[in-house]
């Protein structure tokens, strides 16, 4: 097994968890606008963490496939054009989707403007249909700062310019003059991928960097401990969830770097799971609608949740799963086709002259 092979196995289980948590909370919240609301709110609350750990793996495997021993790094322009294709189809195809939804009568209180429509499409800040893309936002803009530093070429040089491009942000952000920009720029957030970078950086650095398995559980709980006390309504500030989730979602991080190819079923589920948790991310939006309309038109706002909750996971899971496999890895693949075709057409250069 390779040493790539080694730590993503590790790292699509833990997506899976993230975007398991993430639907949990969202389960959560939706079931409390009930008649029988059954958990604490800390529990829903700490399901937020799901996009910290998303955060930091993000920063992390950027930096550790973008330079592969033994290879030149990939160039800027390929580098988004690979992370383009990857984020924005399916994500289009859900805000399309939302559209549709809006346009038949429902979502009355959602107000869909030019400016709603092109912070969707280009994935700017600011209110967009897909609720949940706020945090697409900052992956955009994490690796586009990315991209402006692989043309270093190494990636100690990369990696801490990176890191200082984003601290700058956050320190001078609030000097620029739009309020969702400045907001958005100097968000401490955005040092959750920084959190990322240096862990890539440590584990490239030592080849037997170890962290013991039982760190993941301590991170788990310190998670939980930090949402039992949160006051905000969102679970924490962005400032103190970077410390109470980002720090203890690092060290999740670090300690699932080791796991390897998993044997039993339960563990290639949770990489199948992994493989889709994007999708799982986007569309389980559209079964949170689904469930809230229940709740407020039928019988089942009116009775205890406890039996619709883990359905409605469940429910969640499946479409997830089944929109990777059908929507969007047809689509994935048919894209590299279709970029490696176009590559095969280039001519090849040979002393300076196409051939």
């Given at each position: ?172 952000g609030l000097q620029i003059q739009s309020r969702v920009f400045a907001d ?40 939980a401990v930090a949402s039992i006390g ?126």
């Amino acid at each position: 097994m390779n040493r790539l092979d080694r730590e993503l196995y590790g790292l699509q289980m833990l997506r899976a968890i993230a975007a398991f948590v993430v639907i949990v909370r969202h389960t959560l919240e939706m079931s409390y606008g009930s008649a029988g609301r059954f958990t604490p709110s800390w529990i829903a609350t700490s399901g937020g963490a799901g996009v910290d750990l998303f955060f930091v793996i993000s920063g992390f495997i950027m930096v550790y496939v973008s330079f592969p021993p033994g290879r030149s790094p990939d160039s800027p322009k390929d580098f988004i054009v690979k992370r383009a294709t990857r984020i924005f189809p399916l994500y289009w195809i859900c805000s399309a989707g939302i559209i549709a939804i809006s346009a038949v009568g429902f979502l009355r209180n959602m107000n869909i403007d030019l400016s709603v429509i092109a912070n969707s499409i280009f994935l700017f800040p600011g209110d967009k249909l897909v609720f949940v893309a706020w945090t697409l936002s900052y992956e955009i803009y994490f690796y586009l700062i990315f991209s402006i530093f692989l043309t270093l070429g190494k990636m100690h040089f990369t990696a801490i310019a990176t890191i200082i491009a984003m601290v700058l942000g956050v320190v001078f952000g609030l000097q620029i003059q739009s309020r969702v920009f400045a907001d958005f720029v100097s968000s401490p957030l955005v040092l959750e991928f920084c959190f990322g970078i240096v862990l890539a950086l440590l584990f490239s650095v030592g080849g037997k960097w170890r962290v013991r398995p039982i760190v993941s559980m301590l991170g788990f709980l310190a998670i939980a401990v930090a949402s039992i006390g949160a006051v905000h309504p969102e679970g924490l500030s962005e400032a103190s969830r970077v410390i109470f989730w980002g720090l203890p979602a690092t060290l999740i991080v670090a300690a699932f770097l080791n796991v390897g190819r998993p044997q039993s079923w339960a563990g290639r589920a949770a990489v199948l799971l992994g493989d889709a948790s994007y999708a799982l991310y986007l569309t389980h939006i559209f079964v949170m609608l689904a469930y809230g309309w229940v709740i407020k038109s039928t019988f089942v706002g009116g009775v205890s949740q406890v039996p619709f909750v883990p359905s409605v996971i469940s429910i969640c899971i499946i479409a997830g799963v089944l929109t990777h496999l059908l929507l969007e890895k047809p689509i994935l693949e048919f894209i590299r086709r279709a970029m490696k075709r176009q590559r095969s057409r280039q001519p090849l250069e040979v002393g300076g002259l196409p051939r």
